[in-house]
C-alpha cells in the first residue's frame, strides 16, 4: 500500500511539472502562489513595463476568475512617458473574457488616464467600448468628468456630458453631483445653480454628495446660516452628512473668527456617532491650537479625554503636556530638577537662546525632567507657541 501511494506521487509530481515546462505562461513567475490584489498588480505592472501584454492579458482574466477586483495600481505601468503603448493595450482588454474582466479592465485603463490627465487617451478607450459594444455605462465616464472638474475645466466637462448622451448613456446623480462640487468650489453660484436645476428635471433626487457639495458651496460664500439649513435638511430627509461636510462648516467659522459658533456646532452633534465627534472635536481643536486660541483648544481636548475620544499623536501630546504643566512644581534652573517655567520664559527672551538652552539639555539625560513641564508651559501661556512647537517636535 505503502509502495503504490509512492509510485502515485511520484507520477503526479512528474506529470505537474512537465505541464508546467510546456506552460510557460502558467509558470510559478507569472501566477501569484497566494492570490492578492496587491500580488496581481505587482506582476501585471512588471510584465507591462517589459512589453509582455500577453502575458498582462493572462493575468487581467485570472485575477477576475480568482474573484479579485482591479486597483488603482493595475494599471500602474503607464506613464505620460509610455502613452503610445495603449494600442496593443486596448488589443488585449478587448480579447478579455467577456463581462466583468474585460468591462472592469477598461473602467481600471480609464480611471488612470484620468488621474494622469490624459484626457482625450481617457475618451479614446471610452469611445473604444461603446464602438465595440463592451458595456460603456456612466461608471466608465465618471473618472474622466471628476478630472476635468477638479480643474475647473467645465466647458470640456459638459462635452464629455454631451458625449455620453450621444452614445444613448444618461448621466447619473454622480455625474452631475461632480460638476455641482467643482462649480461650488469655484464659488460659481449660477453655473451650481444651473446644475441642481438640471438634476430636479431629470428627476435624480439628490444624495449625500450633493447636499455636500451645496454646503460647500455656501461656505465658500460666507453664508453659514445656509449651509447650516441645508445640514438641517440632510437630517430631515434621513440623509446622513459626511464628515467633510461638517469639516466645511468648522473651516468656515473659523474663517470668519467665529470661534464660540464653532465650538457650539461641534457639540450640538456630539453622542450621535463617536467617530465623528472624534473626527470632528480633533479637526476644531487642531485649527485653534494652529490659530493661538490655546485656551478653547485645551477644553476641546480635555473635553475629548472626557468623552473617550479618539485623539491623533499630535493632539495626544498637546493634551500630555496640557497635563504636565497643571502639575507643575516651584522651583529652580537647574538640569535634573523642577524648573520655574515662567522665571524661564523672562529670561529666555531671544529664539537663539533659548534654541540653545534647548540643545544643551539634549546632552544630559536626567534633562527630560524639566524639559517638557517648560515647553508644555510655553505652549499654553506664552505667544511663542509656534516656534515652542518647533523646538519640541525636533528635541
Not at 431629470?202 to 449625500?208: I, K
Not at 456617532?273 to 485645551?298: M, P, Q, W
Amino acid at each position: 500500500m505503502l509502495a503504490l501511494r509512492k509510485l502515485l506521487t511520484l507520477k503526479s509530481s512528474r506529470f505537474l511539472s512537465s505541464f508546467a515546462i510546456q506552460n510557460p505562461i502558467c509558470s510559478s513567475s507569472t501566477i501569484p502562489d497566494v492570490p492578492s490584489c496587491t500580488n496581481y498588480d505587482e506582476r501585471i505592472n512588471k510584465a507591462g513595463r517589459e512589453g509582455d501584454f500577453t502575458t498582462v492579458h493572462h493575468l487581467l482574466n485570472k485575477r477576475a476568475r480568482d474573484g479579485l477586483f482591479n486597483t488603482n495600481n493595475t494599471f500602474k505601468f503607464i506613464s505620460t512617458n509610455n502613452v503610445s503603448i495603449l494600442d496593443d493595450l486596448l488589443e488585449i482588454i478587448a480579447r478579455l473574457d467577456s463581462g466583468f474582466p474585460r468591462k472592469s479592465s477598461y473602467d481600471c485603463l480609464i480611471a488612470r488616464l484620468s488621474k494622469m490627465h490624459c484626457i482625450s487617451e481617457a475618451m479614446r478607450v471610452a469611445k473604444a467600448m461603446v464602438s465595440k459594444g463592451h458595456e460603456a455605462n456612466n461608471v466608465t465616464f465618471h473618472p474622466i468628468v471628476n478630472a476635468l472638474t477638479k480643474k475647473e475645466e467645465f466647458e470640456e466637462a459638459w462635452q464629455v456630458v454631451a458625449v455620453m448622451k450621444s452614445c444613448g448613456i444618461s448621466p447619473d446623480l454622480t455625474t452631475y453631483n461632480f460638476l455641482l462640487t467643482g462649480y461650488c468650489f469655484a464659488g460659481n453660484v449660477a453655473s451650481a445653480a444651473g446644475v441642481l436645476a438640471k438634476i430636479e428635471e431629470e428627476e435624480l433626487g439628490a444624495d449625500t454628495r450633493t447636499y455636500d457639495a451645496l454646503v460647500l458651496g455656501a461656505c465658500r460664500a460666507g453664508k453659514l446660516d445656509a449651509a447650516l439649513a441645508v445640514v438641517r435638511r440632510m437630517l430631515d430627509d434621513g440623509v446622513p452628512p459626511l464628515y467633510c461636510t461638517h469639516a466645511h462648516i468648522i473651516g468656515a467659522f473659523l474663517k470668519y473668527n467665529y470661534y464660540e459658533q464653532a465650538v457650539e456646532f461641534v457639540r450640538s452633534y456630539a453622542g450621535r456617532d463617536v467617530k465623528l465627534d472624534a473626527e470632528n472635536f480633533g479637526i476644531l481643536a487642531t485649527r485653534l491650537i494652529t490659530r493661538s486660541k490655546l485656551e478653547e483648544a485645551k477644553k476641546l481636548v480635555k473635553e475629548m479625554s472626557e468623552r473617550r475620544l479618539v485623539m491623533g499623536p499630535r493632539l495626544k501630546d498637546f493634551y500630555e503636556l496640557f497635563c504636565s504643566a497643571m502639575m507643575l512644581n516651584q522651583p529652580d534652573l537647574e538640569v535634573g530638577q523642577p524648573c520655574d517655567p515662567t522665571s524661564v520664559t523672562r529670561s529666555l527672551h531671544a529664539g537663539k537662546e533659548l534654541t540653545a538652552w534647548i540643545l544643551s539639555l539634549r546632552k544630559k539625560p536626567d534633562a527630560v525632567v524639566c524639559l517638557f513641564p517648560f515647553v508644555s508651559l510655553l505652549l499654553l501661556s506664552t505667544e511663542a507657541w509656534q516656534d515652542s512647537i518647533t523646538w519640541w517636535a525636533y528635541y
